[in-house]
């Protein structure tokens, strides 16, 4: 290529300096670089002052920016003109020799190409270049080109070839001199174009900045030195792509975001105009872009020295929004910005915390699971970053219904508590604000899912008790637990061990099933057990399969099954345990194969069966650890628990584990330990003490006799004075570890027997205890003395007589400490009777019929079995719990129950609606736990039915639950024993509806066979019972059930098969079920599959000969029945006002009346109060009274009166108008507000007529007549108790708005005539507008009215004085019970 020959510049003679030749084309390039070299030399001595050599070499320089030199291929030619340039701009600074603004344009992009020689830092040559950029930046030469149109090619190329040359080899001072070149660019020009603003900002988005780190690092300072100066370029920048979205403006628009993001890091003043418009992209309507957005302000809010959410609160609280972004994506990135929110900015948590809140009940499970991957993290890291609230958060989702978030939620609370209680990392204050979670972990096992069981399992192996400290450590942390756990988490506690230990007898058991020859028996029997084993892994239907290739493994590996003999031994230790685990896995792991589900389920088996945590060595651990409690040299104190409590729950723990682990316990040492603590005064040690004994010492009697000479006394000291439960312990203990027990039991008896005294009641509980406790154990030896006992002591002398009155204090429960001597004496000679009968186990004498007539008397006679009024309601109370539970125990042995007439079946039922709440709670427990284990007969799952009545909103839940836990216990235990399909009539839940059927319709509250109310009533018992029997429609069970209802119509009632009226309440409820089952099932008119049979105890065979298809319930109360009716109107609705406090009841005094409070001591904690779903429509108020007041004063229901003077008389007998029956009462409502005066009359109109019934909450009385009420504990009628009102009742008032129509208030003006007598007889009613009781006028009661058997009708219609005596008083009087309550006997 051809290049232009150098010629004199503008015809001037061109001086070089001395010692330079001319420089021409002709010369060769060696010698060109040797003379320029000179020149660059000269140049680089002259300065600005030297005016003469300015002039002189002026030629010189025009000469060297000519063409020949700046399209010169030589490189080193060229960094050399670049040189002589660079300080000809500092010679002739600040005017430049050049004038031709093309010829500055060549000039300068010929020394910005010159630059790139920087990059080879390595270079001969690279001092020159360094020389030349630090000339260029130390004279600003490029600021000559602000005069040039184009300047901006320039300085776009000069940019790029300084961030393309940039490496990690230069060093500071090559950075600095590129910073000033370009600063003084930015910050002398008139503005920044976008294309040159793009040439800095492209070296900030990922792709470059991972490329070439040290441009980054230059825009960066770049960016921040000319802040002020290229701010508003940015803001023009990012308002064109943001607001206007115009992208076109640069290549860089799809980048905005990353940008935004860098350049908040460099310098958030560079963004001062931005974020304003980001909150503008957060409201896009576009989902993907607010997402984008979002990501950028997770960002930008969350890192680490931001101070972006103070600085810009509208824009803080426009991302916040974003939590609740319809778009899931968005709300999830939202979730997980929180965590770095939390951990880099603490004081934002309060912000955050709402919208969290509202996030963990997302309805997406991602964004749940995140909501606590967010809290933890943020925990982990510091616990102080996380408030009770965000925890709070935590704990609710370890019930969500995913198990994903489940496990997150338990995971991480277990991390918490092992980081800040277990190794306390954050001192004692953070262990306590956490110290909550072991308790809420060990709630989980009582969830059903067997998922969340094996977590917890896990968890307590793992984090709570880790199973890899040492032993004396694993147990200190052990006992610790044990004693700062809640009630419910060592019931949890409990249960797992003994799951574990369940689950570890039916793997012994299934190995004793290989030992054995084999045979289709073995073969059935090894089936059930693998299906019983997989019960208790996950997803049982894969566990099942698993655990069938399991054991076949096992019956071809005979070594396998030698290892896990070991594993479940009582003799394995802990770290044998290990071993064996490890082996076991071992054989089975199969390298090709990674995952392995079999191997895991294998797992999941082995880490429930290993005895982890409890050997011998680990039990002497816990003895050494309880006496030095005992001692005084624990630090029980240090671990926040006092010393008597470490004590008490040591002897639990170690009682808990001597079920699980008798064999580790058999040791000197031990026992010797276990004596001391039966010497302390602490009953509950002492007891605890010889239940261990009872439970692990069956060899002290041969391998221990000092032991045994020292524990033999102890235990006849403590069964004939201990407490009454050390009682029980000490006489099992004997029975379970002695060969001669029965010279042991006598020695035990024979003094207890003979020192008897009912005189001193307070002396026989415990005497009574041991008693029956000797009579059930050793029934042969002990069966004529006791006879003679209870024949001639427990009744005659104890049970028939009421030696000391009890306290009048109202309340129909009070505490066991407040329980009189007498009374505590006459329910363990209840129990005693019981033991015995159990004991014998047959009727020869005749004895278990005496005794359920006495039981059932007890009842009819509401506990007061003399009938002498001596004893207090609390009391009676007391003994009629103790007489229906004592039938129910008797029902469990199968000689009793076949004696067990209906009519004392009857009775036993209705205590579940006694009218104490406590009693129907204990009653219900004792029967769903019995039911619940498959030993009380399927009749007696009817009597939930009478739950419906109940007027406790928790009473009806929990009566509900039980039925759906007994439903679903018979109905799996039919489906794992194939033997049961022979017992379907005591097993199959369906065929409680017989049973249902006949005890409903003799229901004492059941009077009047086409009342709307009645059979309303008895509609709502059968649907209670029928919703859960009818929830799953398996085997075509609504045919089968219908069909059942229908085979009754054709029997007659066995109870009484002459009876037409009571044949015809059988049929008709037989209807009313009937009604039921067409109404809410669509499958009740297919064939059922199986012809059902019936319990010919209760109903007759049927008439083969004659069919009964009449319907006995009218068509108006089908239509009744389904649609239900309007209810009576409430004039005094609107003044029963809710309580402030639940559970606080506000004392007022009425001027006139004063009622005492019955409240009890150990009421239930409060139950929501909304109503059940069958019950939405109800109008009717609450009743203001309290449940367990002895003789309550309740609102009365207004209803209309008719002006008909013929309904008058009918008006007097029958109920007209009632409500529905059963709103939950108020908790503690017995504070009745007065009635202004002028209201009275219109307020009392005209009363319902009486009617005693059990079971319903009265709905309102007049609040008029109870002002008048003096003193409501006085009189008592007799027969069975209703359920009252509102006793001490857990639950709190649904609360509903009634409005009083027209009409009535009509109807009460209509009858003035009435009034009168309203005032002197006021009828308390029941919510069916039944009486219970009556207000009366007379100043006295006869003795006729307290007679216990004073028959109801004659009571119904007495007529007192219309007319009130001067200074009486009214008074409360109940109606006694029907005559066909007091008849079942």
Not at 466 to 485: D, F, I, Q, W
Not at 866 to 881: F, G, P, V, Y
């Amino acid at each position: 290529m051809a290049f232009p020959q150098p010629k004199p510049a503008d015809g001037k003679i061109i001086i070089y300096p001395p010692g330079v030749k001319e420089i021409t084309d002709k010369i060769s390039n060696d010698e060109l670089v040797k003379r320029l070299k000179m020149v660059v030399k000269t140049f680089m001595d002259m300065d600005q002052d030297s005016e003469d050599e300015k002039q002189q070499y002026l030629p010189l320089a025009l000469h060297l920016a000519s063409e020949f030199f700046l399209r010169n291929p030589n490189k080193d030619v060229r960094l050399l003109v670049a040189c002589c340039l660079a300080d000809i701009f500092r010679i002739y600074a600040p005017e430049a020799p050049y004038t031709s603004h093309d010829k500055l344009k060549d000039i300068f992009m010929f020394i910005t190409r010159q630059l790139k020689g920087l990059e080879d830092t390595k270079s001969p040559q690279f001092n020159r270049y360094f020389y030349l950029l630090e000339n260029l930046a130390w004279v600003k030469s490029y600021n000559i080109c602000f005069e040039l149109e184009d300047c901006n090619e320039i300085f776009i190329q000069l940019f790029r070839t300084l961030f393309s040359v940039i490496n990690n080899s230069h060093n500071q001072k090559v950075q600095m001199h590129m910073l000033d070149l370009m600063s003084s660019i930015i910050m002398e020009g008139d503005g920044v174009t976008q294309d040159l603003l793009d040439s800095i900002l492209i070296n900030l988005i990922p792709a470059h900045k991972n490329v070439n780190k040290q441009a980054y690092d230059l825009a960066k300072v770049l960016l921040k030195r000319t802040a002020q100066t290229i701010e508003p370029c940015i803001a023009s920048f990012f308002n064109q792509v943001l607001v206007l979205g115009k992208s076109s403006v640069s290549d860089l628009s799809e980048h905005v975001f990353d940008l935004i993001m860098e350049l908040f890091a460099i310098d958030p003043h560079l963004l001062l105009s931005v974020m304003p418009q980001l909150e503008f992209k957060l409201k896009s309507n576009d989902g993907e872009e607010r997402l984008a957005v979002v990501r950028l302000l997770a960002k930008l809010f969350g890192a680490k020295d931001s101070e972006l959410a103070t600085q810009n609160r509208p824009l803080w609280q426009c991302f916040l929004g974003r939590f609740n972004d319809i778009h899931v994506p968005v709300r999830l990135e939202c979730v997980k910005f929180a965590s770095h929110c939390l951990m880099n900015h603490p004081d934002l948590a309060k912000d955050l915390t709402e919208y969290l809140k509202v996030r963990s009940h997302d309805p997406e499970e991602a964004i749940r699971h995140d909501v606590i991957v967010t809290i933890i993290t943020a925990g982990k890291k510091d616990l102080s970053l996380v408030n009770d609230q965000l925890l709070g958060f935590v704990r609710e989702r370890t019930l969500d219904k995913r198990w994903r978030v489940r496990k997150e939620a338990m995971m991480g609370l277990a991390q918490l508590y092992k980081k800040y209680c277990l190794h306390a990392e954050a001192g004692k204050e953070a262990a306590q604000k956490v110290n909550w979670i072991k308790d809420k972990l060990l709630h989980i096992y009582y969830q059903n899912s067997i998922d969340d069981k094996l977590l917890v399992e896990k968890i307590f192996a793992q984090y709570l008790v880790p199973h890899n400290l040492e032993t004396e450590e694993r147990m200190k942390c052990l006992y610790y637990l044990y004693a700062s756990l809640d009630p419910n988490a060592v019931k949890a506690l409990n249960e797992m061990w003994k799951c574990q230990n369940m689950l570890r007898s039916h793997v012994r058991e299934l190995l004793d099933l290989h030992k054995q020859p084999a045979s289709e028996a073995n073969n059935n029997a090894m089936f059930a057990k693998l299906m019983a084993i997989a019960k208790n892994l996950p997803d049982p239907g894969k566990a099942q399969d698993f655990m069938k290739k399991f054991n076949q493994v096992l019956g071809d590996d005979e070594r396998l099954r030698g290892q896990l003999e070991l594993l479940i031994s009582p003799a394995c230790s802990c770290k044998q345990a290990e071993v064996c685990v490890r082996e076991i896995t071992r054989k089975l792991a199969n390298p090709k194969q990674p995952t392995n589900p079999f191997l895991e389920m294998v797992k999941f088996l082995l880490e429930r069966i290993a005895p982890v945590h409890i050997d011998s060595e680990a039990i002497s651990s816990l003895v050494k650890l309880m006496n030095k409690s005992i001692e005084g040299t624990a630090d029980d104190e240090e671990e926040g628990v006092s010393p008597d409590s470490a004590i008490r729950a040591g002897l639990e723990l170690l009682k808990v584990l001597s079920f699980t682990h008798p064999t580790s316990f058999h040791s000197s040492e031990t026992y010797e330990s276990l004596l001391q603590c039966l010497k302390m005064e602490d009953d509950k040690v002492a007891e605890a003490a010889i239940q261990i004994f009872r439970n692990t010492g069956h060899k002290i009697e041969t391998d221990l006799l000092q032991i045994r000479s020292t524990l033999i006394p102890i235990l006849h000291q403590k069964a004939k004075r201990g407490t009454p439960r050390q009682a029980k312990q000490a006489v099992h203990c004997i029975h379970a570890i002695f060969t001669n027990k029965e010279v042991q039991l006598a020695q035990i008896f024979e003094p207890l027997s003979k020192s008897l005294n009912a005189d001193t009641p307070e002396q026989l509980v415990t005497p009574l205890v041991s008693l029956g406790h000797i009579a059930m154990l050793a029934p042969d030896q002990f069966a004529s003395p006791m006879k003679s006992v209870v024949a001639n002591f427990i009744v005659k002398d104890l049970l028939m007589n009421d030696r000391f009155p009890g306290g009048k204090n109202g309340k129909l429960w009070t505490p066991n400490e407040e329980v009189s001597p007498e009374v505590l004496a006459k329910v363990q000679a209840i129990k005693l009777l019981v033991r015995w009968l159990l004991g014998m186990k047959n009727n020869q004498s005749k004895s278990a019929n005496s005794t359920l007539r006495l039981l059932s008397a007890m009842l009819v006679s509401e506990g007061d079995l003399t009938e002498q009024k001596k004893i207090s309601k609390s009391d009676m109370s007391r003994l009629r719990l103790a007489a229906g539970c004592a039938i129910l125990k008797l029902a469990q042995e199968p000689c009793y129950h076949e004696i067990i007439t209906p009519e004392q079946f009857q009775l036993c039922a209705l205590v579940i609606n006694d009218e104490c709440y406590q009693v129907r709670q204990i009653f219900a427990l004792k029967l769903h736990k019995a039911l619940g284990k498959l030993m009380l007969p399927l009749e007696y799952m009817a009597v939930f039915a009478l739950c419906a009545k109940d007027p406790v909103k928790e009473r009806r839940a929990h009566a509900r639950q039980c039925l759906l836990k007994n439903i679903s216990i018979r109905r799996e235990y039919i489906k794992q024993n194939p033997m049961a399909h022979e017992k379907l009539l005591s097993l199959l839940p369906e065929y409680v509806v017989p049973y249902t059927v006949h005890l409903l319709a003799h229901d004492p509250d059941f009077t009047k066979t086409q009342d709307i109310e009645q059979l309303r009533d008895i509609k709502e018992c059968l649907w209670f019972m029928l919703e859960v029997l009818m929830a799953k429609n398996e085997n075509n069970s609504h045919a089968f059930i219908r069909k059942m209802v229908e085979n009754i119509k054709q029997t007659k009632d066995a109870q009484a098969p002459d009876d037409g009226k009571m044949n015809e309440k059988l049929y008709i409820v037989c209807d009313v079920a009937l009604n039921v089952i067409t109404s809410k099932s669509t499958t009740y008119n297919l064939d059922s599959p199986k012809d059902p049979v019936l319990p010919a105890k209760f109903f007759t065979p049927p008439d083969k000969d004659s069919c009964n298809n009449k319907c006995y319930l009218s068509d108006e109360a089908k239509t009744l029945l389904l649609t239900g009716k309007p209810k009576p109107a409430t004039v005094l609705g609107a003044v029963n006002k809710p309580l402030s406090a639940a559970g606080r009841r506000p004392q007022t005094r009425t001027p006139g009346l004063e009622t005492g409070s019955n409240i009890s001591g150990n009421s239930e904690p409060n139950s929501p109060a909304a109503n059940r779903g069958r019950e939405q429509n109800s109008e009717v108020p609450e009743t203001e009274v309290s449940e367990n007041e002895e003789n309550p004063v309740i609102l009365l229901t207004v209803v209309p009166a008719k002006t008909d003077k013929k309904d008058e008389p009918v008006r007097n007998k029958t109920s007209t108008e009632r409500g529905k029956k059963r709103t939950a009462p108020a908790a503690g409502s017995e504070n009745i507000q007065q009635i202004p005066e002028e209201k009275k009359s219109e307020e009392t109109a005209a009363p319902v007529p009486p009617k005693a019934r059990r079971g319903r909450p009265p709905k309102a009385v007049s609040e008029s007549n109870a002002a008048k009420n003096a003193d409501t504990n006085k009189t008592s009628g007799r027969g069975r108790k209703r359920v009252a009102a509102n006793q001490e009742s857990p639950a709190e008032p649904e609360t509903t708005n009634v409005k009083v129509p027209k009409q009535q208030e009509t109807n009460v003006k209509r009858a003035p005539a009435q009034r009168q007598m309203d005032l002197q007889r006021i009828q308390v009613l029941d919510s069916d507008g039944y009486s219970v009781m009556e207000l009366e006028s007379t100043p006295e009661s006869s003795a006729e009215e307290l007679d216990l058997f004073k028959s109801y009708e004659s009571s119904q219609n007495e007529i007192d004085n219309p007319k009130l005596a001067e200074g009486s008083f009214l008074k409360v009087r109940r109606k006694s019970m029907p005559k066909g309550r007091r008849q079942r006997l």
